[in-house]
């Protein structure tokens, strides 16, 4: 699982690359929930790291309401979400020894916090690094993971609406597969898939592939090798 991660918070940035429209009233909601209760509802810290329950900038097409509201089927938008799912269904907050911030490739139709969203409520999550606590002989040591070559990595991932009284918010999982060689023997088992960008389109509007094609576009993922640096 991805401990915590990396991001690119420069929505500028982020709308040049994804050609996507910052979705301002979702921001300013955010900046005032923040504001209000800065405990659950918090930001990057002032490296650009999040952890779960932490907020970040996700894209995903604009077909999906926002704000009770579509905004038509060809805009991509920049929201903030919180990064771990809070089903749109829970009455309370899923403990937090479930790990509902990755979603494995392999349980995508298994469990049933990403069934429902597998298929309908799809973005792409920019990130530029991830960390991970792996084991070594002298005790745990955090590790950072970077994309050799990449500035910028984009990661599937899938989103959920939760809305209570005048409180409501987007939430996120990116999802996992098996990891690369470099991974695997710096002692970590998972890593975040790295989408192709020929596939953004396409993940970003699920509705209109069956399952089968959406696996594939998830198993066709870019080859992507790592930088392993031990963290102080």
């Known amino acids: 699982m991805c401990f915590s991660v990396a991001i690119e918070r420069n929505l500028s940035v982020l709308s040049k690359i994804f050609d996507a429209r910052v979705n301002g009233k979702s921001f300013e909601q955010f900046l005032r929930?923040?504001?209000e209760n800065p405990q659950k509802f918090r930001g990057p810290d002032d490296d650009n790291r999040i952890y779960p329950n932490t907020f970040a900038p996700v894209i995903h097409n604009a077909s999906v309401k926002i704000n009770g509201k579509s905004k038509g089927e060809d805009t991509r938008l920049i929201t903030p979400m919180?990064?771990?799912?809070?089903?749109?269904?829970?009455?309370?907050?899923?403990?937090?020894?479930?790990?509902?911030?990755?979603?494995?490739?392999?349980?995508?139709?298994?469990?049933?916090t990403w069934r429902p969203l597998f298929g309908q409520n799809h973005g792409l999550f920019p990130l530029t690094s991830f960390f991970e606590w792996v084991e070594r002989p002298v005790g745990k040591q955090l590790v950072r993971f970077k994309g050799r070559g990449h500035e910028h990595l984009w990661a599937p991932a899938l989103f959920d609406f939760y809305q209570d009284g005048q409180e409501s918010f987007y939430s996120f999982a990116l999802i996992t597969t098996e990891p690369p060689a470099e991974i695997l023997e710096a002692g970590h088992d998972r890593c975040?898939?790295?989408?192709?960008?020929?596939?953004?389109?396409?993940?970003?509007?699920?509705k209109s592939k069956s399952k089968d094609e959406l696996y594939s576009i998830l198993k066709d993922s870019q080859v992507a090798t790592y930088e392993v640096f031990d963290e102080d």
Do not use: G, M, T
Request: no cysteine; charged share 35%; aromatic share 14%.
């Open 33 to 35: 929930l923040s504001q």
């Open 82 to 112: 919180r990064y771990r799912v809070r089903p749109h269904d829970a009455k309370e907050e899923v403990p937090s020894k479930f790990n509902l911030f990755n979603a494995r490739l392999d349980s995508l139709e298994k469990r049933k």
């Open 192 to 206: 975040p898939i790295f989408l192709k960008k020929e596939y953004w389109q396409d993940w970003l509007s699920p």
